[in-house]
C-alpha cells in the first residue's frame, strides 16, 4: 500500500485549503489527482482505506469518500472489495497545472472560417469617448423603457415561458412592419419581418439560407467587420467593390468575372465613409442584381439620423419586387445591449425563410420583445429619434469645431449628413503616411477609442487612412477637452512634425 504520508500532510491539506477558499474535501481530490497524472503515484497502487486516511490528515471521512468517489468517477483509480488502486492513466492525459504549461498555438485548433477572428473589447471600452457605434446612453428614457418592461412581464402567461414564435413575436413583427412602411418607404406585410439578436445575427442567416459555402459575396471596401466576419464564418468567398462619395461603385466588368450571389450594402450612409449611395447607382445595382439571380443585403443601421433632412426612402422600395433584403436594427436607435435586430423578406422568400428559421432558431425573450413593441406602438421611439436627431446634430456640431480649433493637420472630415460618427483623413506628411492604427493606440491610452479607418479594409486598393470618431455618446460640452487629449496622442506619435 503507498505511503501517502509522503505527498500529502495535515498541515499542507488545511493551508491550501485556506489560501485557495476551498473545500478541504476538493483540494484533497485535486492533490491525488495531480499525483496521479504526473505518475508520482503508479498504476496498481493501493490507496489508504479512507477511515485510515481521514485520520492521518485529520480530517472528516466524508471528505476522503468524496476525493475517492471523484477520481473513481473520472477514472483515476477504481474501487472493489479488496480496496481503491491507482488506475491506468490514458496516455497524454494531463493535470490542469499541466495543461495551462503546455503552449499550444490556438489558431491551429479553430477552423479556418473563424481562425483569423480575434476581438477583445470590453464594455468600458465601448464607453470611451469617440467609440464609433454607440448611440448616446445618457439620453435614453430608461423609466418608460423600465414600466413597459415591467408591465410586459405582469402580463405574461406561465404557457409563454416554453419556445415562442422563430420569427419573432407577432405584436413586434406588426409595429415593425408599420413603422418602415411609413418612416422608411419599405415595401412589406408583418409576415415578411423576421425578428432578430440584431444586425450580426442577421446577416448570419442570410448567409445561410440565401447563399452555398464557396458562392460569392461582394463587400464594401472599407466596410463593416462583422459583415466579413459573418460571410466568412458561412465559407463565402468574398470581393471588396470600393466605395466612393457616390457610394458602392462595381467595375462592369465584374458581373461577369465574379458573379455575387449576395451584395452586402449601406446604401443610406456607408459604414464607415458616411456616403449616400446614389439613386442611378441604386437603380442600376437592383436592375444587374435581378439579371445577376442575385440577393442585395441592404444594412440600414443608422440611417434614422440624418442631419441635413428627412432620411432618405430605402432601396428595398425605390423598386417593385427589388430582389433586395432589408436589415436594421435597434442597437443604434435604442442601445446596443437590446440586441434585436429585424430582416424584412421579399415576398417571395417570406413563407420559405419562416419554415427555415423554424429549424435554426429558437424563439424567446417574449418581454423584451413585448415591451419594444409598445414602446414603438405608443409613439415613445418616435419621439426618442426626433429627440435623438437634435442631439447628435449638435454633438456632431461641438465636435467639428473642436477639430477646427484644435486639430493641427490637415484633414478631411467626411460622413456628416447622418448617423453616430465622422471620419477625420490622416494625410501623409513629409516622412510618409501619419498611421492611423499608431494613432488610434496612443489615443486608447489615454483613455479614447476613436477607431483607426485602416481597420475597415476588405482587401481592396491601399490608402484609406483615417479615424472614425463616434460622436453620439460623448457630450458636446467634453467634445474640446476630449480632442486636446486627440491631439497630444497624435503627437506621441508624429513628434515635431505635428504643424504648429
Known amino acids: 500500500m503507498v505511503d501517502l504520508n509522503l505527498l500529502l500532510n495535515k498541515a499542507a491539506l488545511k493551508a491550501q485549503a485556506g489560501q485557495r477558499r476551498l473545500p478541504t474535501q476538493r483540494v484533497l481530490y485535486e492533490l491525488l489527482q495531480a499525483a496521479i497524472a504526473q505518475g508520482r503515484l503508479q498504476a496498481g497502487a493501493a490507496l489508504p482505506a479512507s477511515r485510515e486516511l481521514a485520520h492521518d490528515l485529520g480530517v472528516a471521512r466524508n471528505s476522503v469518500i468524496y476525493a475517492y468517489e471523484q477520481l473513481a468517477a473520472e477514472g483515476y483509480v477504481q474501487s472493489s472489495r479488496q480496496g481503491t488502486f491507482v488506475a491506468a492513466v490514458r496516455p497524454g492525459h494531463l493535470d490542469q497545472h499541466e495543461r495551462d504549461s503546455v503552449v499550444l498555438d490556438s489558431r491551429a485548433l479553430l477552423s479556418a472560417r473563424v481562425r483569423t477572428c480575434d476581438r477583445r473589447r470590453t464594455p468600458q471600452d465601448d464607453?470611451?469617448?469617440?467609440?464609433?457605434g454607440i448611440p448616446a446612453l445618457d439620453a435614453f428614457p430608461m423609466k418608460v423603457w423600465q414600466r413597459l418592461s415591467d408591465r410586459a412581464a405582469r402580463q405574461g402567461e406561465s404557457s409563454e415561458l416554453g419556445y415562442r414564435w422563430s420569427t419573432g413575436e407577432p405584436e413586434l413583427r406588426q409595429v415593425i412592419a408599420t413603422y418602415l412602411r411609413a418612416a422608411r418607404g419599405v415595401r412589406c406585410h408583418p409576415d415578411q419581418v423576421m425578428v432578430t439578436d440584431g444586425t450580426q445575427h442577421s446577416l448570419a442567416l442570410c448567409a445561410q439560407m440565401l447563399a452555398d459555402v464557396g458562392d460569392t459575396v461582394w463587400i464594401e471596401h472599407p466596410g463593416y467587420g462583422g459583415a466579413r466576419s459573418a460571410f466568412s464564418q458561412a465559407g463565402l468567398r468574398q470581393v471588396p467593390v470600393t466605395v466612393d462619395a457616390g457610394g458602392i461603385a462595381p467595375p462592369p466588368m465584374l458581373w461577369q468575372t465574379d458573379t455575387p450571389r449576395l451584395i452586402?450594402?449601406?446604401?443610406s450612409h456607408q459604414y464607415p465613409l458616411g456616403s449616400v449611395l446614389t439613386?442611378?447607382?441604386?437603380?442600376?445595382?437592383?436592375e444587374q442584381a435581378r439579371q445577376a439571380g442575385a440577393w442585395i443585403l441592404e444594412d440600414d443601421y443608422d440611417s434614422e439620423f440624418r442631419h441635413d433632412g428627412p432620411p432618405l426612402a430605402a432601396m428595398q422600395g425605390q423598386v417593385?419586387?427589388?430582389?433586395?433584403?432589408?436589415?436594421?436594427?435597434?442597437?443604434?436607435?435604442?442601445?446596443?445591449a437590446l440586441r434585436l435586430g429585424f430582416i424584412v423578406w421579399p415576398s417571395a422568400l417570406a413563407d420559405r425563410a419562416a419554415g427555415v428559421a423554424g429549424e435554426l432558431i429558437?424563439?424567446?425573450?417574449?418581454?423584451?420583445?413585448?415591451?419594444l413593441a409598445a414602446f414603438i406602438d405608443e409613439g415613445h421611439f418616435t419621439r426618442h429619434l426626433r429627440k435623438m436627431r437634435k442631439l447628435y446634430a449638435e454633438r456632431q456640431a461641438s465636435l467639428r469645431d473642436a477639430l477646427m480649433r484644435q486639430w493641427p493637420l490637415p484633414g478631411v472630415v467626411l460622413g456628416g449628413q447622418a448617423g453616430l460618427h465622422l471620419v477625420l483623413s490622416l494625410p501623409p506628411d513629409a516622412s510618409g503616411m501619419v498611421s492611423d492604427q499608431a494613432v488610434a493606440r496612443a489615443a486608447y491610452a489615454q483613455g479614447l477609442s476613436p477607431r483607426p479607418l485602416s481597420m475597415y479594409s476588405t482587401g481592396g486598393i491601399d490608402g484609406f487612412n483615417g479615424l472614425v470618431m463616434g460622436y453620439a455618446n460623448t457630450p458636446g460640452h467634453m467634445m474640446q477637452?476630449?480632442?486636446?487629449?486627440?491631439?497630444?496622442?497624435?503627437?506621441?506619435v508624429v513628434g515635431d512634425r505635428v504643424a504648429s
Open 127 to 132: 464607453l470611451r469617448p469617440f467609440m464609433p
Open 264 to 267: 452586402y450594402t449601406t446604401p
Open 279 to 286: 439613386l442611378p447607382r441604386r437603380l442600376s445595382l437592383i
Open 320 to 336: 417593385s419586387d427589388a430582389p433586395v433584403v432589408y436589415l436594421g436594427t435597434f442597437s443604434k436607435s435604442m442601445f446596443p
Open 362 to 371: 429558437r424563439g424567446g425573450r417574449t418581454i423584451e420583445q413585448r415591451a
Open 481 to 492: 477637452a476630449h480632442v486636446q487629449t486627440l491631439v497630444a496622442a497624435l503627437g506621441e
